[in-house]
């Protein structure tokens, strides 16, 4: 398994490095770190390039990815590589589809509310367009030990099925506890019931994606494959707004948000709906987009 890092010679890159080896870390994965340069083209402020500019670039960008490579641990396989390319975001898609990564892996801004997210517009068109996962770092993520627990943003909305399939897939292969989080505001409604629905709904999907074979589990019937799944823990967060719920949950410092896409997304394709932008905005542990209708097999 691999993830491939979009790397900038920053913070932003920095941080995208150190998700990216707790990702790794203990799940027989490796790293590649990807800078993306631009392509000569006619349309460039100087073109054709100066002698030997080629050779001045290639040599500064080997030596941001050193820099990188520098941040990965002994127990972690690293590889870098320079691309050229007129799009930074399709470049990095077309190397992850390539290397057939599990995920790719970017950094926030650091002009986010609380320092934790802002979009940049490389990874805007990821968080938009991606066919495969997309994990975003929190501006200031140090973090580089395995991740501790995978938490899963469920609604009731069409493709919660499919996302609550990879949750639970991905906390099986981890060994990892799963909660599944559900978010609710308070619009005059009883709180009380609210939550015991949503408790219930979370409860009965998770039996029904199980027992659809969605999910892989060593079990030779639909009830022992149920009762062979980690208990997940269900979570009712509430408050006046998306933000105030997600900021009044605990989150552990080793813990990773799984949201889906919007219905607005093309099949097996990322896009972050309004929704999943509000919950950046509290949020502070890393997020991954996972694509409308993704699947992955297990290998």
């Known amino acids: 398994m691999r993830y491939v890092v979009g790397y900038t010679a920053n913070a932003r890159g920095h941080d995208a490095v150190h998700l990216a080896v707790a990702l790794a870390r203990g799940h027989d994965a490796s ?38 490579l520098a941040l990965v641990p002994d127990d972690v396989t690293a590889r870098a590589h320079i ?28 002009s986010g509310l609380f320092k934790r997210f802002s979009i940049g517009s490389v990874a805007s068109s ?62 005059g409604g009883d709180p009380a019931n609210a939550a015991d629905a949503a408790r219930a ?7 029904a994606v199980v027992q659809s074979g ?29 933000e105030e719920a997600v900021d009044g949950l605990d989150w552990e410092d080793g813990e990773i948000l799984l949201i889906g896409s919007s219905r607005l997304a093309q099949s097996r394709a990322t896009f972050l709906g309004a929704t999943a932008n509000r919950i950046l905005r509290a949020l502070p542990v890393p997020m991954i987009v996972v694509p409308r209708d993704y699947t992955r097999e297990r290998s």
Not at 96 to 108: R, S, T, Y
Not at 127 to 143: D, E, I, K, N, T
Not at 201 to 207: E, G, V
Request: proline share 7%.
């Open 31 to 68: 790293i590649d770190l990807v800078l993306v340069v631009p392509e000569d083209s006619p349309f460039n402020a100087v073109y054709p390039p100066e002698t030997g500019f080629d050779s001045i670039l290639n040599q500064q960008a080997q030596e941001w990815l050193d820099q990188g």
């Open 83 to 110: 691309l050229r390319g007129d799009s930074e975001a399709q470049t990095l898609i077309d190397v992850a589809v390539e290397f057939d990564a599990a995920a790719l892996v970017i950094g926030a801004t650091n």
């Open 201 to 207: 709904h979370a409860t009965d999907r998770l039996a």
């Open 214 to 242: 969605a999910v892989l589990v060593d079990a030779a019937d639909a009830d022992a494959a149920v009762a062979a799944l980690p208990d997940p823990q269900i979570v009712v967060a509430q408050g006046r707004t998306i």
């Open 126 to 187: 990821l968080l938009h367009s991606a066919p495969l996962p997309v994990a975003l770092a929190p501006h200031g993520y140090h973090r580089t030990q395995p991740i501790t627990r995978l938490s899963c943003g469920f609604g009731t909305r069409p493709g919660a099925d499919e996302l609550l399939a990879v949750a639970v897939d991905s906390a099986q292969r981890r060994g990892l506890p799963l909660r599944l989080v559900s978010l609710l505001t308070l619009d």
